[in-house]
Structure formats: C-alpha cells, structure tokens
C-alpha cells in the first residue's frame, strides 16, 4: 500500500525564499564580523540554492537582483556582480538535475567551483590590480574563500535540508 503523496503546494517556494532571506541576511550581518581574506559568500549560497528551485528566467533574474544589491555596496564596480550572479543563477537552475541531487559531496564541489569561478571572473570584470597580489589572489586566497563558502554550503545543506531541498519539476 502506497503512502499518501503530496501534491505540490505553496510550502516549496515559501520555504525557498525564507531560506534565501536568511541567507541574504546573513551576507549583510553576519560576514561582515567574520571578514578576513577568505570568507563564506553566503549571498552565493542563496543565489544558488534558490536557482535549483526556479526556472531559469526566473533564476537569473534572482541573480541579477541580488548582484545588483551586492554592487551598491561597491559603486567603483557597479554591474560586475550582477553579471556574474546572473549567469551564475542562470546556469544552476539549468544544471539542477545534474549538481542538486541527494549527492551533498557533488553539491559542495559545485558550489567550490562556482564561488571560485564568481571571483575570478570578478577580478576579470573589475580589473583588479596586476602582479602577485592578483595571482596570491587566484590561487590562494579565492580557493580558500571557494572552500569554506562549499563546507557551510554542506553544513547548511546537512542541516536544514527540508529548507534547501530542490524542487523536483
């Protein structure tokens, strides 16, 4: 005998954008305390924890605004993080199947190598500096900060995985 199913409701999304909130929230108080040369991003955490739940219009819209909210705090490179927001949004909600599944050891490698790709391409849009800082930059400390941002995406996703389940379409 078959368990009652659950047809799709409004809970999903809600719980989605709660999640999001909180983490967006947590971009803004939290980070700034905890602040060194390798920090958790917990606004990409959201962009892309909220994209697998969203179809990709959607996503890279989310991306977009929430990019263009991370640039106010840095007008001298305006427009830069809500490119790569967008894109990045765009591409994990195309990428769900694939990166999002119950397999949280892929989740974090994915979320590693999209916060690593987010300052690299940061650093190409921006222009930042030339020479060694900018490679100590690349190769330490952005993988670092691409590191920890993937264990608290883990731990999160651990954690409250109700919250940032994805939706099956």
């Known amino acids: 005998m078959r368990g009652p199913q659950q047809a799709p409701g ?16 947590a971009h803004f108080a939290v980070r700034p305390l905890i602040a060194g040369r390798a920090s958790a991003d917990f606004a990409v955490i959201a962009v892309l924890f909220s994209a697998v739940r969203m179809r ?22 305006f427009g830069a993080s809500a490119i790569v927001l967008t894109i990045t949004a765009f591409g994990a909600s195309w990428l769900k199947a694939a990166f999002f599944a119950d397999n949280v050891a ?12 987010f300052d690299v391409a940061l650093m190409v849009l921006t222009g930042v500096g030339a020479g060694r800082s900018v490679l100590a930059a690349l190769l330490l400390w952005s993988p670092l900060s691409a590191a920890l941002t993937a264990l608290v995406a883990v731990l ?9 389940r994805p939706q099956s379409p």
């Open 56 to 77: 990709p219009g959607l996503a890279a819209l989310t991306g977009f605004l929430t990019g263009l909210a991370l640039d106010s705090l840095a007008p001298g490179s």
């Open 106 to 117: 892929l989740t974090g490698l994915f979320v590693f190598g999209t916060k690593w790709f």
């Open 156 to 164: 999160l996703l651990v954690l409250f995985r109700p919250l940032y």
């Open 10 to 25: 409004i809970g999903g999304p809600i719980r989605a954008w709660i999640g999001f909130a909180l983490l967006i929230t």
